[in-house]
């Protein structure tokens, strides 16, 4: 069983719809979450964390963590095609070190 | 300010080379970390250094080795080139050790 393990997608929405992307871990101690946005041929770009079991807000993003589900997801409001990206989900399993997803490919269309 | 810079961000080798990457984190983050992208995959933890000491090693052989200056800049090493090094080579700063982590544009290297 992979650690963190997402679908590869790709997940197309259309313009001003939501998006759902998904996120399962093993280690159950692992306390952080993280979202992060890769363009292609880009760096990954922190979009997200969260700690707590619940959800978390910014802007157009929420997080959503349930540790007894082991899940993570981020909720993405009003798509633009300008979100089309990877997702890369993480969880920070001790000292920093992030064991990454292979990521959610996001194909938002006009 | 100033986020995460590397150097250089595109190099070729071949195989049995070496070679340096350079970090320098945001200005304030004391800890550098190290991650590995292969097309496809999601970034994979090399290393993470926190005021100068190694706090973290990544399942990868001794050909990586790294190290934190007292600037807090970064450098990561590896000798013998193999042809599976190719990847984008990641460095990301925090200002703790368990802040979130900021990345830097990468270093993508090609061994032929």
């Known amino acids: 069983q992979k650690e963190v393990e997402q679908n590869s997608g790709p997940l197309s929405v259309p313009e001003g719809a939501i998006a759902s992307l998904n996120c399962t871990y093993s280690?159950?101690?692992?306390?952080?979450f993280f979202w992060y946005r890769q363009y292609s041929g880009k760096s990954p770009e922190l979009i997200m964390f969260i700690y707590s079991n619940g959800d978390k807000e910014d802007g157009r993003f929420t997080a959503q963590l349930n540790k007894a589900s082991q899940y993570v997801s981020l909720l993405i409001r009003d798509s633009q095609p300008s979100d089309s990206a990877t997702y890369l989900c993480?969880?920070?399993?001790?000292?920093?070190?992030?064991?990454f997803g292979t990521g959610t490919r996001l194909l938002v269309s006009p | 300010d100033a986020g995460v810079t590397q150097s250089p961000t595109h190099l070729i080798k071949t195989r049995g080379q070496h070679v340096t990457l350079r970090c320098s984190p945001i200005s304030g983050h004391k800890s550098v970390s190290w991650y590995q992208q292969v097309l496809g995959q999601g970034p994979q933890f090399i290393f993470q250094y926190y005021e100068k000491e190694e706090r973290g090693r990544g399942n990868f052989p001794d050909r990586f080795s790294a190290r934190q200056f007292p600037n807090y800049s970064s450098e990561l090493n590896v000798n013998a080139l193999l042809l599976g090094d190719s990847a984008l080579y990641l460095c990301?700063?925090?200002?703790?050790?368990?802040?979130?982590?900021?990345f830097g544009e990468g270093s993508r290297l090609t061994v032929l």
């Open positions: 280690d159950r101690g692992s306390q952080s």
């Open positions: 990301a700063s925090s200002f703790v050790v368990t802040g979130e982590l900021f």
């Open positions: 993480a969880v920070n399993t001790g000292f920093q070190k992030l064991v």
